[in-house]
């Protein structure tokens, strides 16, 4: 089976220039999530979406950051204009619903998108 | 907020060496607690997971019990591989049940 899919898998652009990072969750997942990881923040949660909805974006760093999700197949990220301390490596995961407890269950990563902004 | 803490890597071991990393969590209500692995160049991977306090979570020969009274969910492994290196990292739960908290990650690396 087809784990979450990102692309590109690395990218490097020069400052000012438009990223757009793409992500293709595991087909029947009803959640979507976009983390940031950087060697001095750590795994920072970015954006997530529950049935193609935006429920939480509180850990967009700025208005620079959006992230869409047009079908429940399909999301991007988007930095405009990009900066260097955007610089870092791009997760996408996608979850069930766990049936337990509600909510969000097990998240399946992405191999990631590592930026690099000149 | 809601935070986890785990132990600063790298830590270096020899193979059949026993590991712990450690982890504590803020105590905010009852959360699910988790343990993901990061190998070079790839995403990150559940190993193991506990949802309620005294609960063990295994995998892998890994194990790690949740432990309300001292907040934490260390990491144990009776005898390491050189396949064991990667990347560590303690998570909770937050915000409900959706939004999953990292801590920094603990490097990993085993010599034969």
């Known amino acids: 089976d087809a784990g979450v899919i990102q692309s590109p898998r690395h990218e490097v652009t020069e400052m000012g220039q438009e990223v757009t990072l793409r992500c293709k969750p595991i087909?029947?997942?009803?959640?979507l999530f976009w983390y940031r990881q950087t060697m001095m923040r750590g795994l920072e949660l970015l954006i997530y979406?529950?049935?193609?909805?935006?429920?939480?974006d509180s850990g967009m760093p700025e208005d620079r950051f959006s992230a869409k999700m047009p079908n429940a197949s399909f999301s991007t990220l988007k930095i405009q204009p990009s900066e260097p301390r955007d610089s870092a490596v791009y997760f996408c995961?996608?979850?069930?619903?766990?049936?337990?407890?509600?909510?969000?269950?097990?998240?399946?990563f992405g191999e990631g998108s590592r930026l690099t902004v000149l | 907020g809601d935070s986890v803490t785990q132990m600063e890597g790298p830590v270096t071991l020899s193979e059949e060496a026993f590991l712990t990393i450690n982890c504590t969590y803020t105590?905010?209500?009852?959360?699910?607690l988790f343990w993901y692995v990061q190998y070079p160049g790839e995403g990150l991977q559940l190993l193991l997971k506990?949802?309620?306090?005294?609960d063990k979570g295994s995998n892998k020969g890994f194990e790690a019990t949740y432990r309300k009274e001292t907040t934490s969910f260390h990491l144990e492994k009776g005898s390491v591989q050189v396949s064991d290196s990667a990347v560590y990292f303690c998570a909770r739960l937050s915000g409900g049940y959706n939004k999953l908290i990292f801590g920094a990650g603990t490097r990993l690396a085993v010599h034969p």
């Open positions: 105590a905010t209500g009852y959360p699910s």
């Open positions: 995961a996608s979850s069930n619903r766990d049936r337990g407890r509600g909510g969000a269950g097990e998240l399946f």
């Open positions: 979406f529950n049935n193609n909805v935006p429920i939480d």
């Open positions: 506990a949802t309620k306090a005294d």
């Open positions: 087909s029947g997942h009803d959640y």
